[in-house]
């Protein structure tokens, strides 16, 4: 039996263990985040940048708890974590809060969650255990293919079916990105491609009439100005009229005269650009980039394959979030409704972002850590 004194020294040396550096290029992007909500509501801080700043709060001790749980019993819970989190998909239909025309919101404690979020996180992580877990007899095509394809595939599908498809689509390029990280040949991914490729005509058959026009919309925006297409051509007013220097701190035309849309959620890098313009749009994806390579340094340093897996899945993810905003608001991408990590207003996409970072830090801490073989599903 561990004493109290023992506990609190141990709690102690982990959090001096804790990379602080990237803790504060987090506090950066959530600074400037509270800052370009603050200008999104014409100076209401009462109003998006307090709830903002109380959700930071709640996803910093979120952070640390996570991050200082023995990461044996994150390692021995995994697959329950991820079923727990399942569950939660299911029952949305039935417990469900409906908004906009989806449900994928649960009401807890006055808190709407979105399952969604969470299960991006999940998942790499039952996919980090089974990964782990797997002899080197067994790595066969079922084991190595298959059975991790089937586990990956039920949350994508319980998403799309919320409709969700920017989260399912999350979901689904985080599963993939951990099928690259353990090595799976490369020879499986081009077949998967000229797979998605040619069935792209039976999925289309699938998608709901909205959807549709998205597709139609990212290739053409011009061809409904004020209806699909307004989102996106009014995200590439205001960013180019931004230029390299940007009109300034809450002077941008496009969103403070409301011809942006969504400016507070999606499309606040947009309203970014335009009020900093290159250069500051520059500074910040400079900012995502460094956590992104420090997150990837920190992966690195980790023994257990868990751990690595993990860990470089967080990472993965947290890129795919940055690609996906940045891509949909400049048009490189078909809008999807994917926020922009600690920029964005959004309580459930921080608490599931936090989440992550702090599994990987809970790896960086354990990194010399070993986890025992076996487990497997």
Same mark, same amino acid.
């Given at each position: 039996m561990y004493?109290?004194?023992?506990?609190?020294?141990?709690?102690?040396?982990?959090? *001096?263990?804790?990379?602080?550096? *990237?803790?504060?290029?987090?506090?950066?992007?959530? &600074?400037?985040?509270?800052?370009?909500?603050?200008?999104?509501?014409?100076?209401?801080?009462?109003? !998006?940048?307090?709830?903002?700043?109380?959700?930071?709060?709640?996803?910093?001790?979120?952070? @640390?708890?996570?991050?200082?749980?023995?990461?044996?019993?994150?390692?021995?819970?995994?697959?329950?974590?991820?079923? *727990?989190?399942?569950?939660?998909?299911?029952i949305i239909p039935f417990v469900g809060v409906e908004s906009n025309g989806a449900t994928r919101w649960i009401n807890i404690l006055g808190l709407s969650i979105q399952p969604s979020e969470f299960v991006k996180y999940t998942l790499i992580l039952a996919l980090?255990?089974? @990964?782990?877990?797997?002899?080197?007899?067994?790595? &066969?095509?079922?084991?190595r293919?298959?059975?991790?394809?089937?586990?990956?595939?039920?949350?994508?599908?319980?998403?799309?079916?919320?409709?969700?498809?920017?989260?399912?689509?999350?979901?689904?390029?985080?599963a993939i990105s951990i099928f690259w990280i353990v090595g799976l040949s490369y020879k499986f991914f081009v077949a998967g491609g000229i797979i998605?490729?040619? #069935?792209?005509?039976? @999925? !289309?058959?699938? %998608?709901?009439?909205?959807?549709?026009?998205?597709?139609? &919309?990212?290739?053409?925006?011009?061809?409904?100005?004020?209806?699909?297409?307004?989102?996106?051509?009014? #995200?590439?007013?205001?960013?180019? #009229?931004?230029?390299?220097?940007?009109?300034?701190?809450?002077?941008? &035309?496009?969103?403070?005269?409301n011809f942006l849309p969504e400016m507070q959620t999606d499309f606040i890098f947009t309203m970014f650009g335009e009020e900093f313009g290159f250069l500051g749009s520059l500074v910040l994806i400079l900012v995502y980039a460094s956590i992104i390579g420090l997150s990837i340094s920190l992966a690195l340093t980790c023994r257990s394959l868990f751990s690595k897996y993990l860990a470089l899945g967080v990472c993965t993810v947290f890129f795919i979030y940055i690609f996906v905003n940045i891509g949909m608001v400049t048009g *490189?991408?078909?809008?999807?409704?994917?926020? %922009?990590?600690?920029?964005?207003y959004g309580g459930s996409s921080m608490l599931a972002v936090m989440f992550g970072f702090g599994l990987l830090m809970n790896c960086y801490i354990h990194q010399n850590t070993i986890l025992q073989k076996g487990g497997n599903i």
């Open positions: 004493s109290e004194n023992s506990i609190e020294k141990n709690i102690f040396v982990k959090l *001096l263990s804790i990379n602080y550096v *990237l803790l504060i290029l987090i506090i950066v992007l959530f &600074t400037i985040g509270i800052f370009a909500l603050f200008s999104a509501s014409n100076g209401d801080f009462s109003s !998006w940048p307090m709830k903002h700043f109380q959700r930071f709060i709640m996803s910093i001790i979120l952070f @640390f708890f996570v991050a200082l749980i023995d990461i044996r019993i994150i390692f021995k819970f995994a697959y329950l974590i991820f079923f *727990l989190s399942i569950l939660s998909l299911v980090a255990k089974y @990964f782990h877990s797997i002899h080197n007899e067994d790595h &066969t095509f079922l084991n293919l298959i059975i991790p394809g089937a586990i990956s595939i039920i949350p994508v599908l319980l998403v799309a079916s919320q409709p969700d498809l920017g989260t399912a689509l999350i979901i689904l390029l985080g998605v490729i040619t #069935s792209l005509p039976i @999925f !289309w058959q699938f %998608l709901k009439g909205y959807q549709k026009e998205r597709v139609f &919309t990212f290739f053409n925006p011009e061809r409904d100005p004020l209806g699909n297409g307004y989102h996106i051509l009014q #995200s590439k007013i205001a960013l180019g #009229s931004g230029g390299i220097f940007g009109k300034g701190y809450m002077e941008g &035309t496009q969103s403070h005269l *490189l991408l078909p809008v999807v409704g994917v926020p %922009l990590p600690f920029i964005s």
